[in-house]
């Protein structure tokens, strides 16, 4: 894709109303799902004021526009392909996902209400096991129906993920595959390892893939339901292995990947499996690799985001969250071994590079 190509009115004409479409799609659902919400409060409950201020929205309206503006100057750089994610032959599909979230939004609001974020635990399904899964893993983080286990929790995930975000939760990935591409130029992708911590449904490898077609890649989750998933997502691609383990203890060999990346893990794991994850890192990087983590902004990252990050764990189940607005990540990525690098921030994301010691 040549830059003067990219950067064609028409084309960036064409890329900013598909986005406001898009947009338009999930926010539409994210307002309908907050009119038949409870809100963040239980009946009674006080109404919950955050530490850092009142909330403006302005500055999560610039942020979120600063998002678009970014993403199309990553384009028209050359950093990765437009996104083809606006299309008439996905409208079928996309509307039938918003009639099953929209359905399942009573018994997500039940949890919410009755904070209950444990219930996959108490059940009767795998979440129960605890010999199979860790105690941190088995909940409904986001008060989400079967938490992590199950195909109907793992064919919704990605379309609940863009209704919070009101269509931005792919170009916020991005701004990591951006940094995916920086570490890329020059080198032969075909000799590249590179893998995706916490994969997911493999949403993210794919756009990696969409990006780099010849590079040789892993994507490794410990849920069974979203690794099925994640590898019909990624059959075109027969060079990229899916695996199913967890974060803290992969089961993957020493020094293998040039490049490991983690999108939205680390707010959703206690402070030692952090550590441990970290750890891992480290080992089955090669010396001198690049760790790139995505995840949610902390404290100080973004002017005037502060009050809306302390609205999350109010609305949502999310455990480990409120410690980890405040964590530096230095102390452990340090004595693994990591320097800093890059630091990006992109709407309520935030993408750091980690270099591994040479």
């Given amino acids: 894709m ?34 038949q919400s409870a809100g963040f409060n239980r009946p009674g409950d006080a109404p919950f004021r955050p530490q850092s201020g009142k909330p403006d ?9 600063r998002l678009w503006a970014r993403d199309r ?38 949890r919410r209400v009755d904070r209950d974020g444990v219930e996959v635990r108490k059940s009767d399904g795998p979440g129960a096991d605890p010999k199979r ?14 938490g992590w286990l199950s195909d109907d929790s793992a064919r919704l995930y990605d379309h609940q993920v863009e209704i919070l975000f009101t269509g931005a939760g792919d ?3 991005r701004a990591a595959l951006a940094e995916i591409s920086r570490e890329l130029k020059g080198r032969d992708q075909r000799k590249v390892q590179l893998l995706d911590l916490a994969c997911g449904t493999g949403r993210f490898t794919a756009q990696v893939m969409g990006a780099f077609p010849k590079l040789h890649a892993s994507a ?20 990229v292995d899916v ?4 974060a803290e203890s992969l089961p993957l060999e020493d020094d293998r990947f040039d490049i490991l990346v983690s999108v939205f893990l680390f707010h959703e794991l206690p402070v030692k499996i952090r550590e441990k994850v970290i750890a891992e890192a480290a080992r089955v990087l090669k010396p001198g690799g690049l760790f790139i983590i995505a995840d949610s902004l902390q404290f100080g990252d973004s002017e005037g985001l502060d009050p809306f990050l302390e609205y999350f764990p109010e609305g949502f189940h999310e ?22 690098e890059r630091l990006e921030t992109a709407f309520l994301t935030k993408v750091r590079t980690w270099r591994l010691a040479g």
């Fill in 2 to 35: 040549s830059q003067s190509r990219s950067a064609n009115p028409v084309s960036r004409a064409r890329y900013f109303a598909a986005q406001a479409l898009r947009s338009a799609f999930y926010g539409g659902q994210y307002a309908l799902a907050r009119r």
């Fill in 57 to 65: 929205p302005r500055a999560l309206r610039r942020a979120f526009f």
């Fill in 73 to 110: 100057a990553n384009i028209e750089a050359g950093l990765y392909p437009p996104p083809n994610d606006v299309r008439l032959r996905d409208l079928v599909s996309a509307l039938r996902r918003s009639q099953a979230v929209m359905r399942d939004l009573r018994e997500v609001d039940r």
């Fill in 133 to 146: 899964y860790p105690a941190y893993y088995r909940q409904n983080f986001h008060y989400q129906t079967d």
């Fill in 171 to 173: 170009a916020m990935r």
């Fill in 220 to 239: 490794v989750d410990l849920s069974p339901n979203y690794t099925a998933r994640a590898r019909k997502a990624l059959a075109r691609w027969p060079q």
């Fill in 243 to 246: 695996l199913e383990g967890a």
């Fill in 319 to 340: 455990p480990y969250y409120k410690q980890f607005l405040g964590w530096d990540f230095t102390p452990a990525m340090t004595a693994a071994g990591f320097q800093p």
